[in-house]
């Protein structure tokens, strides 16, 4: 479980780097918009030819979405030597494809796979100019995978003298052109069936109506805390669980052509009400937030205020929600079930009025590739989107505010120790007590280091951690004596972090956006010493 958590929270590498891109393709769209532009979107215009350069150069990530999570894993799953790492995974899935290629053409028929059709043929794609069946990003992440594990198990492999110079890098990718061999041909015969498959999965879904569209929104929210919740949403965002490419890149490509009809967006749009829940993080954001505030006692109130704002701003606006919501998921269960409740109903009430699309980040990704490209033919689906969120952030501050009061709730503002202080451990600190001395105050070259400082201490020090990656706001170690590991408090007033969370040997701390600064800071330390 431990090693299926860190491999759903590497993909957020990745993923961070969609929202830019959509972004990118959205405002091109909008201003390539000839009822929105007027006379500026004359495809002869200057205007126009800008704004398609642009639009161009956006796809970059959508068009090469397989390499770029081959290329983004190994950054945070390797535990070592992670360049080398991603240099074995890139060409590992290289040759995995060029074998395909060749199975196909040399044996295509008794495959069922006719590779003469080229890329028009069912089921093909081009991965770095190669022809091969289209697994997407789940081939992707499957080779990548292995190579990691590859990686991780035999990088260190000591060699005879005479072969050393195919230790570490080389020695991975010979490993892996033995490997990727049955690996292509199991592929070449299973994978024609599987496509069948996600065919009958897309009716399926589509079918099941608003329950498939609840029971989705409310998985992929309750999940946060097991840090599942990638396995949830990332088939059908960027994979084909719904349609093909993901919702994503398919719902971007068709912008113009979903702002030039004034059909109802469900009726253009095969993908279902999927990927909705960045209405979760804008509306149930708020009135959580309102609620928490306005139960802090008095004299706490302007800290809880700049402590809210800034956590809520993040999820309103980027869509990372993690910040906000681990204030009260751990100290307060029953508020998160609420909120994933509260989440998937309301979602589901916006889809029953049309509301479909890629709407899964924060505000800006909302605008740019929803309401600004699309609000001319369809202001009237936005419209009852917006009336309806505003309605549910009503409905979260009441039974929020009503559930902390109630049951007394130690939320931010409501703690029951005013004067818990933990001393902050530095680098000097530890260091010295690894050498039997004591430290002088030391400073340190950043805030990133100091706080890495402090979470090393608390996390038992560096002899004590086995290894450290981290998703988009949460650190997460492996340590040898979980006993070792300091409790929340210690984390929250010494890195300022958000909480704790600890099951056996692996723990998460909850940093917040700047997690892979820190990460990078703590990895720092622990090569030193």
Known sequence: MNAIRRFGSAMIVPVLLFPFFGIVVGLATLFKNEQIMGGLADPDGLWYQIWTFMENTGWTVFNHMELVFVIGLPISLAKKAAGRATLAAVVAYLMYNTFINSILDIWGPAFGVDISEGVNGTGLTEI????????????????????????????????????????????????????????????????????????????????????????????????????????????????????????????????????????????????????????IKMFGSIGIALAIYSTARSEKKKQVGALLLAATLTAVVAGITEPLEFTFLFIAPLLFLLHALLGATM????????????QGGGLIEIATTNWIPLMGNHWDVYLAQIVIGVAFTVIYFFLFRWLIVKFDFALPGREKDDNQETKLYTKADYRAEKEGGKAEPAAFASDYDRRAAAFLEGLGGVDNITDVTNCATRLRVTVKDPEQVKDSDYFKNNGEAHGLVQNGQSIQVIVGLSVPQVRDSIEAFIDEN
Do not use: C
Request: aromatic share 14%; proline share 5%.
């Open 128 to 279: 770095a100019g190669i022809l091969t069946l289209d697994t997407n990003i789940m081939g992707a992440i499957v080779i990548s995978g292995i190579t990691i594990w590859l990686h991780n198990r035999y990088y260190d492999k000591k060699l005879p003298d005479a072969l050393g110079i195919f230790q570490g890098g080389p020695f991975i990718v010979m490993i892996s052109f033995f490997v990727m061999i049955p690996l292509a041909f199991l592929t070449a015969w299973v994978w024609p069936m599987v496509q069948d498959g996600i065919g009958s999965l897309q009716g399926f879904m589509i079918a099941s109506g608003y329950v498939g569209v609840w029971l989705f929104h409310f998985l992929e929210r309750i999940l946060i805390p097991t840090g599942l919740h990638h396995f949830i949403y990332t088939p059908f965002q960027f994979g084909p669980a719904v349609v093909d490419g993901g919702i994503t890149a398919n719902w971007v490509s068709r912008l113009g052509e979903f702002a030039a009809s004034d059909t109802p967006l469900r009726e253009q749009w095969e993908g279902g009400a999927f990927l909705l829940q960045g209405n």
């Open 347 to 358: 979602v589901t009430l916006q889809s029953a009025f049309g509301l479909v699309g890629n």
